[in-house]
């Protein structure tokens, strides 16, 4: 089996979105503009997607208080300390800065404005 999508219920969807569209690149493949405003957002593989709503019925992860060993959403990068500057200044925050693993893996890990962990990687052998 393949993995669709992974899904998220959140506060603000339209402006998750936006911010995921603007500052990851990912693309909007289908969306609701009204209520529950589901979004599904793809990577530029076009094969792997986030969902995210506002059902406010349902439970909402605490990001800020979620730690990124238990939950993070990893994306490759090809200039990790020009990634990191620029996501930084389009509100999200360092939890470890550009560091290298012994295996020669780079990774940065950071927080989305909501708090969501991102880890932003270079791997230095490619996995996928």
């Known amino acids: 089996m393949k993995i669709e999508h992974l899904a998220f219920n959140v506060s603000d969807p339209l402006t998750f979105a936006r911010w995921y569209v603007e ?43 979620v730690q990124p060993p238990a939950l993070h959403l990893a994306f490759l990068s090809a200039d990790l300390p020009a990634d990191v500057k ?11 800065d550009v560091h290298t693993l012994p295996t020669g893996d780079t990774f940065a890990m950071l927080r989305d404005p909501w708090g969501l962990p991102l880890q932003l990687v270079k791997r230095h052998t490619p996995m996928i």
């Open 23 to 65: 500052h990851l690149g990912l693309t909007v493949k289908r969306r609701l503009i009204e209520p529950p405003y589901v979004h599904f957002l793809a990577d530029d593989s076009g094969t792997v997607m986030l969902e995210v709503y506002g059902n406010p019925d349902a439970p909402k992860l605490d990001f800020p208080n």
């Open 86 to 96: 620029r996501l930084v200044s389009a509100g999200a925050s360092i939890v470890a």
